[in-house]
């Protein structure tokens, strides 16, 4: 072989390394460019309510994160997930709770009315440590509403049942 061959082969090859490089580069840019607008879009949704939205963008993070070899952005919305599912599920348990103290509000009303004030009160305060752990039990309305009615009336049954003695 020649040595204007054997230069010319080498320039080929020093051309190509960087050719491909340049397509690596490209390639990740146009995948994170895309997982930037999945992002955005997986925000956005969430913003507006729309949590099946959300989480399908973060799932297509997570496709991409596992093809481009970026474990950061799969644990990142791994972690969105997890807290869409946290807020699905309290606001879940919101929602069975207020069912749970409408219905005890009109049993505790009945009982009332039947002068069992210490069943009613028992129910009341069964209610209490069963959801005593969750922090936002007691900022839903029908729940500080129900133990505000207890907490007056037990006071009144207690207060007459003194009296009467």
Same mark, same amino acid.
């Given at each position: 072989?020649? *040595?204007?061959?054997? /230069?010319? =082969?080498?320039?080929? *090859?020093?051309?190509?390394?960087? !050719? ?41 993070? @997570?496709?991409?994160? @596992? ?35 409408? !219905? ?37 309305? !029908?729940? /500080?509403?129900?133990?505000? /009615?207890?907490? =007056? @009336?037990?006071?009144?049954? @207690? ?7």
């Amino acid at each position: 072989m020649k *040595k204007k061959d054997k /230069k010319s =082969k080498k320039k080929s *090859k020093e051309t190509e390394q960087p !050719s491909k490089s340049f397509q690596l580069k490209d390639y990740k840019m146009r995948l994170l460019s895309k997982v930037d607008r999945l992002k955005f879009n997986a925000q956005k949704s969430l913003m507006e309510g729309n949590l099946d939205d959300a989480i399908y963008n973060a799932e297509q993070i @997570i496709r991409l994160a @596992i093809l481009a070899d970026m474990p950061s952005y799969i644990k990142e919305q791994e972690e969105f997930i997890n807290s869409i599912a946290k807020e699905v599920q309290n606001e879940y348990l919101i929602s069975e709770i207020e069912k749970t103290s409408k !219905s005890l509000n009109e049993m505790y009303d009945k009982l009332v009315d039947s002068n069992q004030t210490s069943q009613a009160h028992e129910i009341v305060e069964s209610f209490k440590n069963r959801y005593q752990d969750m922090l936002f039990f007691d900022t839903i309305p !029908s729940v /500080k509403e129900l133990i505000a /009615k207890d907490k =007056k @009336i037990w006071i009144e049954h @207690i207060t007459s049942l003194d009296n009467d003695r």
